[in-house]
C-alpha cells in the first residue's frame, strides 16, 4: 500500500484564523487529491493536483487553495477559516489516471 | 447535474447471507468505476474496479456489476462475515475536464453474526 501520512489528526481552531493540513506520500505518485467527508454528503473533491505546481479546483474549492511544490507534498490552506469548514478532510495519492486512490485516514477539523 | 446515489440506509443483514449494494448515477458516461471500503476513522481502500466493457468483475467473495444501460452498478459480498461490516462507497471518474473520482455518499453495511 502507498505510504500517506496526513497532519495533524486533529485540530481545533476559531473562525477567521488560517490553517494548513499537510499530506505527505513516499510512493512518487503523480496524482494527489483533497477530499472533505461530511455526513449525508459522502467525499466532495475539494483540489486535485496532476504533478508538482499543476492543481485544479473540484467541485467545492470556495475558501480552500492548495499548494504542491514537490511530488511527495500536497497542502491544504483555509485563509479564514469558518463553521462550514468543521470536517473530516482526507488525502488521497494515485499512480496513474485509472489506478486506485491511496487514501491517509483523515484530518479531523473542527472551527468554533 | 451529475449525480451518484448509493442507498443511505444501512443494510442489516445476517451472517453467511449475500449483500447486495446499489450505486446509481445519472449524467454520467464513466469510463470505470470503483468500489472502496470505509471503516470508521479510516480512510477509504479499494476493493474493486470494473470497467464500462465489462459486465462483471469478481476477486474472492465480491461481485461487481456494471450497467451502462440502466446506469448502475451492483456489489456483491457472498457468505458475509461480521468483519465485512463497513460502509461502502462508489466512485465515478468525471467524463469532463480532468478527471477525478467523485464518489457517492456510501452505504453502511451490518452484517449480524
Known amino acids: 500500500d502507498a505510504g500517506i501520512t496526513q497532519s495533524p489528526r486533529h485540530k481545533v481552531t476559531e473562525t477567521g484564523t488560517p490553517v494548513t493540513l499537510r499530506c505527505h506520500q513516499t510512493?512518487?505518485?503523480?496524482?494527489m487529491y483533497w477530499y472533505r467527508q461530511d455526513p449525508g454528503h459522502g467525499l466532495r473533491l475539494i483540489h486535485y493536483s496532476y504533478g508538482v505546481k499543476d492543481t485544479d479546483k473540484g467541485e467545492v474549492s470556495d475558501g480552500y487553495s492548495v499548494s504542491r511544490s514537490k511530488t511527495e507534498d500536497f497542502l491544504l490552506t483555509l485563509e479564514s477559516a469558518t463553521s462550514s469548514q468543521t470536517s473530516v478532510y482526507f488525502c488521497?495519492?494515485?499512480?496513474?489516471?485509472?489506478?486506485?486512490?491511496?487514501f491517509g485516514n483523515g484530518t479531523r477539523l473542527t472551527v468554533t | 447535474s451529475q449525480k451518484i446515489e448509493q442507498n443511505s440506509e444501512a443494510l442489516n443483514i445476517q451472517e453467511g447471507k449475500t449483500a447486495t449494494l446499489t450505486c446509481n448515477y445519472t449524467?454520467?458516461?464513466?469510463?470505470?468505476l470503483q468500489w472502496y471500503r470505509q471503516d470508521p476513522g479510516r480512510g477509504p481502500v479499494f476493493l474493486l474496479l470494473?470497467?464500462?466493457?465489462?459486465k462483471e468483475k469478481r476477486k474472492e467473495r465480491l461481485k461487481v456489476t456494471f450497467d451502462t444501460t440502466l446506469k448502475q452498478s451492483l456489489f456483491h459480498i457472498t457468505a458475509s462475515q461480521p468483519a465485512d461490516s463497513a460502509t461502502y462507497l462508489c466512485a465515478l471518474v468525471r467524463d469532463t475536464g480532468r478527471r477525478a473520482l467523485t464518489f457517492g455518499s456510501g452505504t453502511r453495511l451490518q452484517v449480524q453474526p
Open positions: 510512493e512518487n505518485h503523480r496524482y
Open positions: 449524467n454520467y458516461s464513466p469510463a470505470y
Open positions: 488521497a495519492c494515485q499512480d496513474e489516471g485509472d489506478s486506485p486512490l491511496h
Open positions: 470494473i470497467r464500462e466493457n465489462e
